[in-house]
């Protein structure tokens, strides 16, 4: 089923041309198929009130019902293209610290798992808990740090699409090698370090390539930007809202990363079955769709240019505030206002400026500082979330598997978020949404912080216990030989918190990137996303700087201490930022500035990445149409 959104384009491409701006005589008797119903994908038939152009007065804001956008059909097979991504990524990524921390299992196949049975775990290259830790997290944290690097590329250079194949190529090399390190003779003569450690680094780089780039990609589809009264075919009048569209698309995109988290269960327990070279072949085997699928999109997706990145005005706009405010002004209200061109006007400066932007321009900057400190609340959630470095892995080593991998744990964390997500898209939030209850961003945000820090007492008291009754006391995840080297506790303990740190990445990550979408210039969307993301390496970091720490007999404490900041940063974020949650959400189409616009320049062809900032009257409530064919 088309939408609305995939016609226009579709007519433009056709026509070779901009699209126009319809005359609002022509758009106020407009009608089209859009969502009706927080249970379904699609709404009734609405149609626009003659007369009236859609914009909510402050009465309806308060008052009416909002409902998501329509959703393209195209949105939801990006998703499908990030969950074969992430499968290929989370497959991998929970096997590092077996492979490099433990060595060959005494009595094993040979191909590096341990006789059935046993209560030994998977390993290959015996280089200890340090090292595995530091591989661990230096992987993580370039996964996380470079898409700073490839966001900004992608904003300025060479557009979303293209750098998004590229990751792909990386990643897929990558694969290849990871198999071969599996072999059995490598691991048998000691050379498997070489291609493994190449591999890990190259798919940390391909990942860093992709992952800024493909939430962007696929908001860029999404046509509803500002809030929009419309009537249902029943005759209820309800607010289109942008927030709601954006948080059901994200949450289906969110959902699909983590059915493709979930490929850890296969590849844990091929590892401690089968070997490595099961292990490693899986996530090789959903990677190979991924070329096929960008192929099938390249011609159906809108692929915005790249137009010139607005890192460099955001700079001028700052150098203006600073010389006119000082230092003195920062964090206090109006201190971004000097920086726009009608302020600018208002005191007589015209000449001492060369202003390149305009007014919304100014306030995305705003907006975007605002989201940038929000995102740096974020590690101590993933550290709450899945223990400071490795430390969540070495717990599980302390406790009775029965046969479990005892890495296969962590994989209800996605588990619990795929078991969650239907809940929130179609129970809690359409009940608050009918029920008129604005529960934002922040207040959602705050949520998962709260939850993650709950999480954090639960590893915390987990892992005292785990201590006490280890028959090697606290060190009992240091490959202890006493008896069957395990507390007589059940691994599944680990549900808790696992399942309740997982849970809060939906209150968490989900607005998190609506927030570093919409309150970003179009032409800088990749890099705050990218901001977004580094925060999980800046958690990653410290993990990496803990390496020395993140082992017996300290663990308790490495659990225990982020729990302890979390509840404190919790609290500070909610007086932080609760006043966000009082502004209107609306997704800025307030294009670049370095070229000037002319005429009925299309917004279906540049309207997101395009590196100029076209008259203010483009940011309002505006519907923009394709010419006929």
Known sequence: MATFADEKVDRARSSGSDAAVAPAHDIEKMSHTAPTDDHAPFHDTFTMDENYDGKPTEEELHTLRRVPGSIPIIAYMICIVEFCERASYYGVQPLISNFVNRPMPDGGNGWGAPPVGDQQTAGALNMGTSVANAVSQSFSLLAYGLPLLFGWLADAKTGRFSIICYGIAVCGIAHILMVAAG???????????????????????????????????????????????????????????PESTIERVM???????????????ATSYAEKYVGWWLAFIIPLILYLPLPFLM????????????GGSDLPNVFRVLAICFRRGGIKRIGRHGFFDLAKPSNIAAAGLDGAY????????????RRTFQ??????????????????????SFL????????????????????????AAPILNYGLYPFLRKANIHYGPVARITTGLAMSTLAGVGYTLLNKFAYEQSPCGEF?????????GVAPISIWWMILPYGVGGISELFINVPAYGIAYSRAPPNMRGLVTAIN????????????????????????WDFGGCAIAGGIMTVLFYFTFRHIDKEEYVLSKNTGSHVKMTGTNTLVGNENNNSINSPAAIAKNEVVLAPKQ
């Not at 390249?298 to 240019?305: H, S």
């Open 251 to 265: 949450l289906w995109f969110y959902l699909l990363i983590n059915i493709g988290g979930f490929t850890g269960v």
């Open 476 to 484: 009992g995840s240091s490959d202890c030989k006493i008896g069957d």
């Open 371 to 392: 989201a940038t400190g929000i995102f740096c609340f974020f590690p101590i959630q993933y550290l709450n979330d899945n223990g400071i470095g490795n430390a969540a």
């Open 533 to 556: 993301l580094f925060n999980t390496a800046i958690a990653y970091l410290i993990g990496l700087a803990c390496s020395s720490v993140i082992t017996d007999p300290y663990l308790t």
């Open 295 to 306: 192929w099938f999109l390249y011609k159906r997706l809108l692929l915005l240019p790249p």
């Open 183 to 241: 072999a059995k003779d490598l691991l048998a003569n000691g050379n498997a370090k070489a291609p493994y450690f190449i591999s890990v680094y190259m798919l940390a780089v391909g990942a860093g390539m992709f992952k800024p780039n493909i939430s962007p990609l696929l908001l860029d589809q999404v046509s509803t930007t500002v809030p929009k009264v419309i009537t249902l075919a029943d005759g209820e009048r309800v607010i289109e809202d």
């Open 354 to 365: 060369h202003v390149r932007w305009n007014d919304v321009f100014v306030e995305d900057v």
């Open 396 to 419: 599980s080593t302390m406790l009775v598997t029965n046969g479990v991998p005892n890495d296969v744990i962590g994989n209800i964390n996605p588990l619990s978020i795929i078991l």
